[in-house]
């Protein structure tokens, strides 16, 4: 049974950071391009960020640069997103997402609100 399992949202005052994880299982980790989604309340899913499978690519969307930095491990099965300096504009639920081919997975989410 394929789970990806989102954790690590919550309240955060502007300015603040937060530190997502996925973990998947039920397929080979490691094989996936890894990417975290976003969305904000009453808007469309986009995409944040991204991370090819040996970690030596990523790519990040104009709004998150210089804040967020994504990273996997494939021992541990997770990925993580790294978020500094929020805003009360990346307040969304995140989603991680495993993309191989054909194959695609998603986690049910995690809220993140940036509010004073």
């Known amino acids: 049974q394929v789970q990806l399992v989102e954790s690590g949202g919550g309240l955060v005052q502007p300015g603040g950071s937060l530190r997502l994880s996925c973990v998947g299982s039920?397929?080979?980790?490691?094989?996936?391009?890894l990417k975290w989604y976003r969305q904000p309340p009453g808007k469309e899913r986009e995409l944040v960020a991204f991370?090819?499978?040996?970690?030596?690519?990523?790519n990040y969307a104009d709004s998150v640069k210089g804040r967020f930095t994504i990273s996997r491990d494939n021992a541990k099965n997770t990925v993580y997103l790294q978020m500094n300096s929020l805003k009360p504009e990346d307040t969304a639920v995140y989603y991680c997402?495993?993309?191989?081919?054909?194959?695609?997975?998603w986690g049910r989410g995690t809220q993140v609100t940036v509010s004073s």
């Open positions: 991370i090819n499978r040996g970690s030596s690519s990523t």
């Open positions: 039920g397929f080979i980790f490691s094989n996936y391009v």
């Open positions: 997402n495993a993309f191989q081919f054909a194959n695609v997975y």
